[in-house]
C-alpha cells in the first residue's frame, strides 16, 4: 500500500471570482457617480451576502474616489445591477506603495529632513499610525500619509513626519504620531521592498492525499485577495475532511493592539485597527503549481518568528507537509507589525489557527500592549443549516458538564471550570470540539470578549471599521452581532479571539502566538 503523501496544488476560479467580474459596471452606476465624479474610482471592498446565490446573489461593495477621498456603499443583487443603492460612508485606504513612494521623494526633498536621510545607515520605513489625517470644519479631510525616519546614529534615533498629498507639503511634526524617540525597539531592521499583491490567482484548490484516500479538500486564498474591511489574512473556504465537508469559511477579518498608560504618553496608540491584506516577505523554498504567490515547499518555510529575519525571496501563501500535517503560512505587514497567518491541518483532522506577532526596529513596541486577534469560523457540518453549539465546565455550572447554547451569546474562557465548546451537525454527530489554545488568555475590557455565537449573516464579515486609533472606534465590534436569534439547528458561525500580552520586562518565557485546537468528532 502507498502511503506517501501528496499536495496537490491548482488554480481556482469561485464564485466571487465570477461576481466581481458582472460588479465591475458598479463604478459607472448613476448612483455612484452622482456622488463620486472622480476619474479614477476603483472598488475597495465586495461581498457576496449569500452562500449559493449564483448570478442573482445579493451583494454588498464600497466604492472609492482615491482624488476626493470620498467613498459610497452600494447593496444591490448581480442580477439587476441598474437597481443598487447607494450611500456615502466613511472609508479611509491605507497608503499603496505608490503613495508612499511620493511621500518618501516629498521627505527627501525637504531642506531639513533630507539631510537625516543623508546620514549613513539612516532611512524612510513605514510607521504606524500609516495616515495623520487633518479633518476641518466644513467636512473635508487632508489626508496625510506618515513617514518614518530612522537615523541609527543620531541623538532621535526614530520620528515621523508627514506629508500632505494634495500638494506634497511635509509636515515635521503631525498630529497623532509618536514623539521623536532616541530609544528603538526590537533588533530586526525593517525592509520596505516587498512588493504588494502582485500577478497570480486569486486562489488555489488544495487536495492532500495519503495513498489512495483523500484527507483535505479546501480553497485557500492570499491575504493580498482576502475578504473584508481590512482583509483577513490566509482565508479559506469550502474545507472538507475525508470527504465531509467541515468549514464554509475560516479567515481572520478583526485585528487590534491597545498600549497601557507608559506608551500612550509618548503618542503610541493608544490602540490601532490593524490590516491582514499586505503581504510580508519570508523565505520559501519550493515550486510554484498554481502560478505566482501559491508555493508548495520542500521544506518548512521560515518566517520572522523563526529565523528573526524580514527579509525573504517570496511573499503570498506558503504550503508545506511535514509527514503528519499540512502548514499554510503567510506572512503580514502592518506598519512596524509582521503579523503570521497560519494554518495546520493534521492528517487526523485536527484543526490548529495559529496568529503570530512580531515586529521590525520602531519606537513603540518596548511599550506595554496587547494584540488581539479574532477569527471567524463559518462551520458547515456536514451541511449548512443543522448545526449546534455545546458549552463544556468542569466543574459543571448547572446540570451537566455540557449545555447547549441555543440562542446568539457572547462567552469568556474560563480556566477554572475548563470551559471548552464543541460544533456538531444535530443529525449526523459529527463536527469540532473547540480547545482553548494555553496562550490565548482572556478578555479585558478592550479586549472584547473570547468566543461568539452568532447566525450567519452575509454582511457580517467583520464591523466594516478600517484603520483607526480611536479606542472607542477600533475596539472589535461583535457584540454588535448578537442579536437574540435562535443558534440551535442553524447556519452557525463562530467567533473566536486570542489575546497576547507583550510586556518586555517580562521574561517569562513564551510563545508569541496565539490560537486554539479544533479536535474532530465523529470524523473518521
Known amino acids: 500500500m502507498n502511503d506517501a503523501v501528496v499536495v496537490d496544488i491548482q488554480p481556482y476560479e469561485n464564485?466571487?471570482?465570477?461576481?466581481?467580474?458582472?460588479?465591475?459596471?458598479?463604478?459607472?452606476?448613476?448612483?455612484?457617480?452622482?456622488?463620486?465624479?472622480?476619474?479614477?474610482?476603483?472598488?475597495?471592498?465586495?461581498?457576496?451576502?449569500?452562500?449559493?446565490?449564483?448570478?442573482d446573489a445579493a451583494f454588498q461593495a464600497v466604492i472609492h474616489d482615491p482624488d476626493s477621498y470620498r467613498?459610497?456603499?452600494?447593496?444591490?443583487?448581480?442580477?439587476?445591477?441598474?437597481?443598487?443603492?447607494?450611500?456615502?460612508?466613511?472609508?479611509r485606504p491605507r497608503p499603496s506603495a505608490e503613495e508612499f513612494a511620493q511621500a518618501v521623494e516629498a521627505v527627501s526633498a525637504h531642506p531639513e529632513l533630507s539631510?537625516?536621510?543623508?546620514?549613513?545607515?539612516?532611512h524612510p520605513y513605514r510607521p504606524m499610525p500609516p495616515l495623520a489625517d487633518i479633518e476641518h470644519a466644513d467636512g473635508t479631510t487632508d489626508r496625510i500619509v506618515t513617514v518614518g525616519l530612522r537615523d541609527p546614529g543620531g541623538e532621535m534615533k526614530?520620528?515621523?513626519?508627514?506629508?500632505r498629498m494634495r500638494d506634497g507639503i511635509v509636515l515635521p511634526s503631525p498630529v497623532g504620531v509618536p514623539v521623536p524617540a532616541s530609544y528603538e525597539c526590537e533588533t530586526t531592521p525593517g525592509v520596505d521592498d516587498c512588493p504588494e499583491g502582485g500577478p497570480g490567482h486569486r486562489s488555489v484548490r488544495v487536495r492532500v492525499r495519503r495513498g489512495s484516500s483523500e484527507l483535505w479538500n479546501l480553497v485557500v486564498s492570499r491575504p493580498a485577495q482576502s475578504s473584508g474591511t481590512n482583509g483577513s489574512g490566509a482565508e479559506l473556504r469550502f474545507v472538507d475532511y475525508r470527504g465531509t465537508r467541515v468549514l464554509y469559511q475560516a479567515h481572520l477579518p478583526i485585528l487590534n493592539v491597545q498600549y497601557g498608560p507608559d506608551g500612550e504618553a509618548v503618542g503610541c496608540g493608544p490602540t490601532y485597527r490593524d490590516w491582514q491584506n499586505q503581504e510580508a516577505c519570508f523565505t520559501a523554498s519550493g515550486s510554484e503549481p498554481a502560478g505566482p504567490g501559491y508555493r508548495l515547499c520542500s521544506t518548512a518555510p521560515a518566517t520572522i518568528l523563526d529565523n528573526g529575519s524580514d527579509s525573504g525571496s517570496f511573499h503570498g501563501v506558503a504550503f508545506h507537509h511535514d509527514g503528519s500535517e499540512l502548514r499554510i503560512v503567510s506572512e503580514l505587514a502592518a506598519g512596524w507589525y509582521r503579523y503570521i497567518s497560519d494554518w495546520r491541518f493534521a492528517d487526523d483532522g485536527v484543526i490548529r489557527p495559529r496568529f503570530g506577532f512580531a515586529g521590525v526596529t520602531n519606537p513603540c513596541t518596548c511599550q506595554v500592549h496587547t494584540h488581539h486577534a479574532y477569527w471567524r469560523l463559518n462551520f458547515d457540518i456536514a451541511g449548512a443549516a443543522d448545526d449546534r453549539v455545546d458549552e463544556y465546565n468542569d466543574p459543571p455550572i448547572g446540570d451537566g458538564a455540557w449545555t447547549r447554547l441555543r440562542f446568539e451569546t457572547r462567552r469568556n474562557r474560563?480556566?477554572?471550570?475548563?470551559?471548552?465548546?464543541?460544533?456538531?451537525?444535530?443529525?449526523t454527530d459529527q463536527g469540532y470540539h473547540i480547545v482553548p489554545g494555553p496562550n490565548d488568555s482572556t478578555a479585558d475590557a478592550y479586549g472584547a470578549g473570547d468566543l461568539w455565537v452568532v447566525r450567519r449573516r452575509g454582511a457580517e464579515i467583520d464591523d466594516g471599521?478600517?484603520?483607526?486609533?480611536?479606542?472607542?472606534?477600533?475596539?472589535?465590534?461583535?457584540?454588535?452581532?448578537?442579536?437574540?436569534?435562535?443558534?440551535?439547528?442553524?447556519?452557525?458561525?463562530?467567533?473566536?479571539?486570542?489575546?497576547?500580552?507583550?510586556?518586555?520586562?517580562?521574561?517569562?518565557?513564551?510563545?508569541?502566538?496565539?490560537?486554539?485546537?479544533l479536535y474532530p468528532v465523529g470524523l473518521s
Do not use: C
Request: hydrophobic residues 40%.
Open 414 to 427: 474560563h480556566s477554572l471550570h475548563r470551559r471548552q465548546w464543541r460544533v456538531v451537525n444535530r443529525a
Open 71 to 91: 467613498s459610497v456603499l452600494v447593496n444591490g443583487r448581480l442580477s439587476a445591477l441598474g437597481e443598487a443603492q447607494a450611500r456615502s460612508v466613511r472609508f
Open 465 to 517: 471599521q478600517g484603520f483607526t486609533t480611536d479606542p472607542a472606534l477600533s475596539r472589535a465590534r461583535i457584540d454588535g452581532f448578537v442579536g437574540g436569534e435562535a443558534v440551535d439547528g442553524r447556519d452557525l458561525v463562530v467567533w473566536y479571539g486570542g489575546h497576547f500580552h507583550h510586556d518586555e520586562h517580562d521574561h517569562t518565557p513564551r510563545p508569541h502566538v496565539v490560537g486554539p485546537d
Open 158 to 163: 526614530h520620528r515621523i513626519v508627514g506629508v
Open 15 to 55: 464564485e466571487s471570482d465570477a461576481a466581481l467580474a458582472l460588479a465591475g459596471d458598479l463604478v459607472r452606476l448613476p448612483g455612484v457617480r452622482q456622488q463620486l465624479p472622480g476619474e479614477r474610482l476603483r472598488m475597495a471592498d465586495f461581498r457576496l451576502l449569500e452562500k449559493d446565490g449564483g448570478e
Open 115 to 122: 539631510q537625516i536621510l543623508a546620514r549613513d545607515g539612516a
